[in-house]
Structures are given as C-alpha cells and as structure tokens.
C-alpha cells in the first residue's frame, strides 16, 4: 500500500474482512454482501474498485488447491543485482507466474508458476531458462500447511471516514 494514512469507512473494513473469510460462492457475491452490509451491489463494487484503486486489495480471485486443479511450483533463479528487474520483468510475461518477490541470497527472484499438469509445467520452467538465460532451481511442494493470514478490521471510531 503506498499510503499508510487510508482511511477506511465501515462498508470497507466489512469488505475486506468478507473478502478474507466467507466471501459467498454465488451468482452474484456483490448482491450478496450488499445484502449482509445493508447497502447496494453498485455501491459494493464500487468500493471494492476503490480498494484495489488504493492498492489496499491486489486482486479479487480464487485460491486453488494446486494439487487438484494442476500443477504448481515454487522457483527460483540465481540472477546478477543489477539484471534483477529486468529477468523480473521477463519472468513476469509468463502467464504461469503468479508472482515474484527478490530474496536476498544467491537465488535472489523467486516465483510461483502453475499449469494445466507436470509436463505444461516442465515446459513454461524450460521456456523461463531459455528466454532469461537463467535455469531455474525448482522447489516442489513437499507437505502442505494452511496458515491462517486473516485479519479482522475493526478500527476506532476516530479512524472511520464516514
């Protein structure tokens, strides 16, 4: 988030606590939780485009179980400091890659890549050596762990834009 100041109004901080947990699996979420916040599906969706405007969500999507909808890996690439951004930005273009963050260690990009099964993966791994000159260190899932990264928000009353 690049501002640290946001201010978040009510209908918001339901919405992102909604979007972590119990987002409804519906025809029509947005109506859905206009419904359970006592507002508008117009004014829903327009606040969660102000959220993401403001960089406070990323992305509105699913998480899949990876082992049942594909195959999926974490990667990563031992690149030169000063080829980081640019290797990234390749890496980037590729539609397998979810996202990418620099480490510091001597494998500094480090990625996530899914496909349809293990040999689309094994090809878009071998397309990311040949088209950035760096091989992969590939780091397969071993043992899964749900970690609960929710967090309830609830402000002050000071802190609420209404």
């Not at 025809?27 to 102000?50: G, H, K």
Request: charged share 20%; hydrophobic share 40%; with cysteine.
């Amino acid at each position: 988030m690049n501002d640290c100041n946001v201010i978040l109004d009510t209908l918001s901080q339901q919405i992102i606590n909604a979007y972590q947990k119990g987002f409804p699996l519906c025809n029509r979420p947005f109506l859905e939780l206009a419904n359970r916040f006592n507002s508008t599906e117009e004014t829903v969706i327009e606040c969660f485009q102000n959220l993401q405007d403001q960089q406070v969500l990323s992305r509105l999507g699913p998480v899949f179980n990876h082992q049942q909808a594909g195959a999926s890996t974490l990667a990563a690439l031992a690149v030169p400091d000063e080829q980081l951004d640019e290797i990234a930005k390749k890496v980037n273009q590729f539609t397998q890659v979810n996202h990418n963050y620099a480490r510091e260690h001597s494998y500094n990009l480090w990625f996530v890549a899914t496909a349809a099964n293990e040999d689309a993966l094994t090809q878009c791994l071998a397309h990311i050596h040949r088209e950035t000159g760096f091989k992969p260190l590939i780091l397969p899932m071993e043992q899964a762990y749900h970690i609960d990264l929710g967090f309830n928000i609830e402000f002050s009353e000071h802190t609420r834009k209404r």
